[in-house]
């Protein structure tokens, strides 16, 4: 069945970086878009872009382009989310999610168990 | 905060329906097939319940319905059961290529 395991919970002090690794199993893993989506403390979701394992390339909104990097490894079948500069405010759970379909708008229909990104001095 | 509106909460009691509205706008909803819901426990990652407006990935219940009317969506849970209480989301795609989500709606069953 499709799968996606990440990395353990991070402590980072506020302007460090941190480096979420995802790794899928279950299915072709070329054949789908990678998503990022964070959940602050049990609240909303928000969506912090794509991963193309494909194309290796990715796609972020303008409120994390300077701040966010995305990569794949096709030869583990591993995606990664680096994240600089953390700030109070970026401390969350996040998680990778798979896209249904094979690009960027089917939704997301399997995620990854979360990673809880703690920032604290 | 969220560009897409939920209700903070809803409830039913078993065996009745409830329908949780998700309302946007002409860029988004209202703009795109490209609507989904998730339904998530606590501490767990969210569920894809919904997708493509009304289309439900296998193994999801019937009981999950879902629509969408100009910049609004709607879900619908029908025949309610204790296990249904959990938060739900909606998103939609936008034309600025991103995905954007609901608030989220606590669903309790009385």
């Known amino acids: 069945q499709v799968q996606l395991v990440q990395s353990g919970a991070e402590l980072r002090k506020p302007g460090a970086s941190v480096k979420i690794s995802c790794k899928a199993s279950g299915y072709p893993f070329i054949d789908n878009y990678i998503h990022w989506i964070r959940q602050v403390s049990g609240q909303g979701l928000e969506w912090l872009g794509w991963v193309s394992p494909k194309r290796g390339d990715s796609f972020k909104p303008q409120k994390f382009r300077d701040r966010v990097s995305m990569t794949s490894d096709t030869s583990t079948s591993t995606v990664y989310m680096a994240f600089s500069s953390l700030q109070y405010d970026d401390a969350a759970v996040y998680y990778c999610?798979?896209?249904?379909?094979?690009?960027?708008?089917?939704?997301?229909?399997?995620w990854g168990q979360g990673t809880l990104v703690a920032v604290s001095s | 905060q969220f560009v897409l509106t939920q209700p903070a909460s809803v409830s039913g009691s078993p065996g009745q329906s409830v329908t949780i509205s998700c309302s946007g706008s002409g860029r988004d909803i209202g703009g795109y097939d490209y609507v989904s819901w998730y339904q998530q426990y606590p501490g767990k990652a969210p569920q894809l319940l919904i997708y493509?407006?009304?289309r439900r990935p296998s193994g999801v219940s019937d009981r999950f319905s879902a629509s969408k009317s100009g910049d609004e969506a709607f879900l619908t849970i029908s025949g309610l059961q204790t296990e249904d209480e959990s938060v739900f989301f909606c998103a939609s795609y936008t034309p600025f290529s991103t995905w954007i989500f609901g608030g989220g709606t606590t669903l309790t069953v009385l």
């Open positions: 493509s407006v009304k």
């Open positions: 999610a798979r896209d249904l379909s094979s690009w960027d708008r089917g939704g997301f229909d399997a």
